[in-house]
Structure formats: C-alpha cells, structure tokens
C-alpha cells in the first residue's frame, strides 16, 4: 500500500498514555456504573419558553415535576407529583404532556413496550388547579393519547381503534370501532411503518381542535410471522404482521374526523395497493392537511395539501412532486413558517440533503442552504422565520447552524466557526433557549445552556467522574485518517492501538468493527459509550481496533450514499476488503489476523467479508445478521434492491446464505431467538448452509431476546463471549 494515500487529520499521531494503571473488563464496562455518563433529560418547554421542566422522585412526593428557569436554572415550583395526582407516593409515572393553557397534565404509567418505539400505557389526565384526577379509560390500556390543541379534548387509541374525549365531561366517543389485532389499525401504524418510517402515531390534531387526521392500515393479506418465547411449560407463540420484501403490504387510508359531526371524511390518498402515505402535517398558517404519498419504488414523493371548501367537502391538490432515479428517504424536516410564509423542507434533488423554501401552494421560492454538506435536522423557527439546523462538517462532525429565510445571512449558531466534535441541540418554545450537547471520539458529552445570542449561561453536565475514569483506565485516543481504494475511492476511517504499536517494531491483531450501511456512520467524531470501552479493553489486550465506513454510508452527498443501489452489499464488501488490503500493508498489524465484528447490517457485513473476503479476513463475528435479503422487509429492501422479482440477481449475487460454502476462518453466529426486526430465520438459514458446506462455526442463541440482545447480564455475557473469541483469533 502508499503510504501516500493515507491521510492522517489533524497532524498528529496517537499520544496515549504510557500504561494503563488499571486494567479493563467487561465486568466494569457491562456490569458496573464505573463508565455510565451523566445525562440531562429536559422535559417540555413551557410555553413561555423561559421555563423547562425536569421529572425527579424522593420519598416525600414519588416521582415529581419540577419547574425550571433557563436562565438562572433555579427552580420556580413543584408542578405536581405522585402525592398530589395519586395520593400515593408508591404510584410513579414516566411520561407527561401539559395542556396548551398548561392547566392541565396528561400522565403515562404502567408503560409496556411494544416494537422499537411504541408502547402501551395507563394514562391519567390530573387538573392541576382543581387537583383532580382521572384515569383517561379504564377498559385497557392506551396508546398515544395526545390533548388537543385547545385543551377540552383527548385522542388515544385503544385495542387499534381512535377514541376521543371531551374533557370537561369525560364522554368518550369512539371514532372506529372495526380495528383488530394483526387486521386493521386506526391511528396507529403497522410494524414496517414503524421500524422504517419511524412513524408511529397515526393521527394527528388540526390547528383548530375540530378535526383529527388519522390513517387507517388494512393489514389482513400481510403475511403473519410468529416466534416462539420460551419459560413456561409450553412456549407461547406471539405473531404479528410482517411484510418481507415483494411480499403483500397493509393497504393504508387516509381519514380526517370532524368531532362537531361525528363524522370521517375519506381522502382518495389512500385504498391503493403499492403506495405509501409515510407523514401527515396540518398546516398552521391555513388549516390545511399536508400529507406525504410514495410509490412502492420509493423513488417519487408527492405533497398533498387537502382542505374543506365551503360545502365541506374535501378538496385534494398536488402541491409538490420530486422524482428520483434511485430512492428518496423520508424526513421530519418540513417546518412551516411564521406570517404565512409557507413552508421549509430537504431535499437531496441537488445531490446535498438541503433546505428549500416553498409558499403555501407549493411553489419553490428558493434553495436555502448550498454546498457540498448536509443538513441533518432542522431543529425549528422563531418568530423572524430564521431557521436553527444542524449540518454535517468534514463528513464526521456535526455543527448547529443558523440562516435566515433568503439563505443571506448564515451563521454558525455558536457564535464562532465549528472547531471539532458532535453538536446536538435542544431548543425551548420560540427558540428562545437552546440545550446543547457536544462530544468527542474520545470525550464524552458536555451539555450546556445558551440564549437565543448563543452566548453560554452555564454548564448543566461536565461528566468529569467518566472523563477522569477514562484517563484512570488509560484509554487510548482515535486517530481518523483517510485511505484511497485501488479503484480511486476515499473512505473515512478511525483507528485505536497500543501506544507505541507504531513504533515498536511489533505486529498486531486488527479488529475491524464495522456497520457499514445507509443511515449510520461508525466514523464519526462522536463518542460511542460503552462500545468505546469494549474498543479501548481490545486495545489493552494487544488488538489495533479500526472502523471503515463504505459506499452506501451518509454524509458525503447523494452520489456517495445512493451508489450501493440495486447491489446492495457488493460495493461496500470492496471497499472492507480493499481495508483489509490496506491494513496488511501497515508494517506493525499482523497481516493474517484481520477480523471483523459487526451487529445487524454490520453482521450482514461481516458474514460477506467472512465467505466472499475469505481470502483477507481471517475470523469474523456477525451478531443478528440479515442473511438473505428475501427475509428482510419490505419498505426498507425495497429502497435499496427494489423487489425479488425485479432484482433477482441484487438479492442472490449478495445475500451471505449463498456464500456459506467460501467460508474459510473462525465464525461466531449470534442472534436473540425473538429477534422481531432481523428475524432468527436469517441465521438458522445461514446455519444449516455453513453445515451443509461442512464448515465449522460457532452458533449462539440468546433466549426470548430481541434484535438489542439485552436485559439483566445478557450484555455482560454476549461481550465477555466476543472477547473470549477475539483474544482465542488474535
């Protein structure tokens, strides 16, 4: 390899500490609280936005709300606790919701997961000056209740039909009274919806309160899969809908509820097949409804905007239309604007994800934000519609940014240029305050407080305990660089060793720890938490730990991310394998004792460098892998490799199951045996392929766990069992 190709940012080498003075476990990183980092979870703004609220318990009140100043971060009152809405100090709650008139408050307990983001609850509506409290409904439990605008009524959904409540005289109506578990669903979404649109509440209030927008999903002809979870006598089987790809969606409807008639209009959105309606938005500067619609394809993204006319009858207009040759993602980024000025939304129709400025009938006013970077979130707008984001810098950084409507005047929102790091931010109600969390690869979060001139009113958390553990336990720091492909590419990396590896005269196991797929980047100047550790314990047993990120991967603009298209897997197991090229050409790593480790598409990875990069990787562990792509879902398949039917050859040239028989080092297989997202199926199937091919591996399953494979010491287990397979390949 040249040496020329290989960049070092910053300068610099690794400096790390001499030795480390205590030695790292797994029982310290998993099972312990030595490495666990501060946090601030800010509840609601008020709405005067110069207030914030936090959620507390002691013995006295339970759990309680305590209201804050932003400015001086003294706390003005006690809104409410378990004492006064339960009169029990035993009865906690999690979430809470205030009224718009902040009169009232909407309380959550009893929360039981259901997939990746949704949950069921009881919730509880407590009034704060009258002092009373009443359970929302009492004949189950509850998902999503949202208040209404005004603040007379509720929305929630229960058994998958759409309620509403008047608060004042606690009469419940019930909007649908059809829905049934794994058939049809109002308000709420389906699990593909979920997981890939992260979209979960299906309904939403108008401006007004009079009218509730909710979706309907009609998953009857979706093929059902069930997994069994075992402890008792016999197994109990849950199933739930699941489309894979090419396989039958739900077919999803649009309604909009008027609560003055009782009555649900229909849109003709949806009732179609092979369409997707993934986000609905009243407008508040006329009352109208935006709603998004995709083809199956995903690669054309229509706005609607549907409002009533004088007859009450609704009238539908395509507003907006953008059209691509591959796949367009789907974003929360659509704000609208003050004084009637329409609207803001992303787009990567210039190959940047960037931010675009239309008026009310969907008429482009003009491009915004430009360059070659992107916008990654718009966080909000104040009051002179200038617009506070957050945008990529130098592909592995993330800065706050504020610009004005025209694009003239854009301005990092820290008051000086981006020096470094991973910034988040969290904004009070009329931008008026801002929370903002920074972080390093090798420094985890500060967080502090700034007003609206971004000028720091102080510090909220320092983590100095974690910062001062972290040199205790001579953690090592990451070197980025950057390495050029035979076939021309740049690609990103980081790299942690033994201090002195370079020089030493030594050569050392390389761990290449991997994701390597659309919508995540593992080479970013963020720190990673316990992960970070696992690295640095690695490290502290004589491994060099480098992390790549591929094709496919975000950040570098829409060429970059949309060139793994219809091939879903073939360029980025290139670009690993030109890493493990790379790497043996480094004169102080071991050049047969490349491995690779990777979790969901990252296992995916790992098993197509293992069988088709046999040749440069030596041992590999692919944790919860997607093994044949026929067995992942629809809608996110389908955007990269379209259907099974249309992409035969996408599907089958890169699906691991069909590479079992180039299997050549150690293999470990992990997977949680209720896996709802990559279903067990993909490594039972890659199972009995490496068996049928006469190869060894090692399998292991982790009871009644999911696609996170955690709960009580089941990450201590599952990292210690890693290590063990890492030091026993080295």
């Known amino acids: 390899m040249n040496m020329k190709n290989w960049i070092i940012w910053g300068g610099m080498m690794l400096a790390g500490i001499t030795q480390a003075q205590e030695k790292l476990t797994n029982e310290l990183i998993w099972n312990s609280r030595t490495f666990n980092a501060e946090n601030f979870t800010q509840g609601p703004s008020m709405k005067d936005g110069l207030h914030y609220t936090l959620k507390k318990h002691n013995t006295a009140l339970g759990d309680y709300i305590v209201k804050y100043a932003y400015q001086t971060g003294d706390s003005v009152a006690v809104i409410a606790s378990s004492k006064s809405i339960f009169n029990d100090v035993k009865k906690g709650f999690d979430g809470y919701q205030f009224s718009t008139d902040e009169t009232q408050l909407l309380v959550e307990t009893n929360v039981e997961s259901l997939y990746r983001y949704s949950y ?275 592909t592995i950084g993330q800065g706050i940014y504020r610009v004005n409507l025209r694009g003239t005047k854009f301005e990092p929102w820290m008051g000086k240029p981006y020096t470094g790091g991973f910034f988040t931010a969290s904004f009070s109600e009329g931008m008026k305050y801002f929370i903002l969390t920074h972080s390093t690869a090798d420094a985890p979060s500060t967080i502090t407080l700034h007003n609206q001139k971004a000028e720091q009113i102080r510090e909220l958390v320092g983590n100095i305990p974690l910062k001062e553990n972290l040199k205790k336990y001579g953690c090592v720091k990451k070197e980025f660089f950057q390495f050029q492909t035979a076939e021309g590419v740049k690609l990103n990396g980081w790299m942690m060793m033994p201090e002195g590896a370079k020089n030493n005269g030594q050569q050392y196991p390389v761990l290449v720890a991997i994701y390597g797929g659309p919508g995540r980047n593992t080479v970013m100047d963020q720190f990673e938490g316990k992960n970070y550790l696992w690295h640095q314990l690695l490290v502290q047993n004589g491994y060099i730990v480098v992390s790549v990120d591929p094709r496919g991967t975000q950040f570098r603009g829409k060429a970059f991310k949309h060139s793994t298209y219809l091939q879903l897997g073939k360029l980025e197991t290139e670009d690993f394998i030109a890493t493990a090229k790379f790497l043996k050409g ?121 696609h996170g494979i955690y709960g009580g010491k089941t990450r201590l287990h599952l990292f210690q069992k890693m290590t063990d397979f890492l030091l026993e390949n080295r």
């Open 120 to 394: 069921f609850a009881q919730y509880y509506l407590h009034h704060l000056q009258k002092g009373t409290t009443k359970a929302l409904d009492d004949l189950g439990a509850q998902r999503m209740a949202t208040i209404s605008p005004d603040g007379k009524k509720v929305a929630y959904v229960r058994d998958n039909n759409l309620y509403w409540l008047e608060i004042e005289s606690f009469k419940r109506t019930a909007i649908t009274q059809d829905g049934k578990w794994n058939e049809i669903i109002y308000g709420a979404t389906d699990w593909v919806y979920e997981e890939e649109f992260a979209l979960v509440q299906g309904f939403q209030w108008d401006p007004s309160s009079t009218k509730i927008a909710y979706l309907q999903f009609d998953e009857r002809q979706v093929p059902e899969y069930g997994m069994d979870m075992y402890g008792g006598l016999y197994p109990d089987r849950v199933s739930f809908k699941y489309p894979k790809a090419g396989e039958t969606n739900s077919t999803v409807n649009l309604f909009i509820y008027n609560t003055l008639n009782g009555q649900s209009q229909p849109t003709r959105l949806g009732g179609m097949e092979n369409q997707y309606l993934p986000r609905i938005a009243w407008n508040t500067n006329d009352g109208s409804l935006f709603a998004f619609k995709m083809n199956r394809t995903q690669n054309q993204l229509d706005l609607w905007r549907i409002q009533s006319n004088a007859e009450n009858q609704l009238e539908e207009k395509l507003i907006f239309s953008e059209k691509s040759d591959t796949y367009i993602d789907i974003t929360d980024n659509l704000f609208f604007l003050h004084k009637s000025a329409g609207y803001v939304m992303t787009s990567e129709q210039n190959g940047f994800q960037h931010i675009y400025h239309f008026d009310n009938d969907g008429k482009l006013r003009g491009q915004i934000s430009k360059g070659e970077w992107e916008v990654t979130q718009i966080y909000g707008i104040d009051e002179n519609n200038n617009i506070y984001f957050a945008g990529t810098e130098n």
């Open 586 to 706: 480094l004169p102080f790593v071991k050049k047969d004792r490349i491995n690779m480790q990777g979790w969901s598409f990252g296992g995916y990875m790992t098993s197509l460098c293992l069988t088709k990069g046999a040749d440069d990787y030596h041992a590999g562990i692919a944790v919860a892998p997607v093994t044949n792509w026929k067995y992942y879902d629809s809608i996110y398949t389908e955007r990269f490799l379209r259907t099974p039917k249309e992409n035969k050859n996408g599907y089958e040239d890169n699906s691991p199951v069909n590479h079992a028989s180039k299997l050549k080092g150690p293999f470990l297989l992990i997977h949680g045996s209720a896996d709802d997202n990559v279903h067990y199926q993909n490594s039972m199937d890659f199972a009995e392929a490496l068996i049928q091919a006469n190869k060894k591996f090692d399998f292991f399953s982790y009871p009644n766990k999911n």
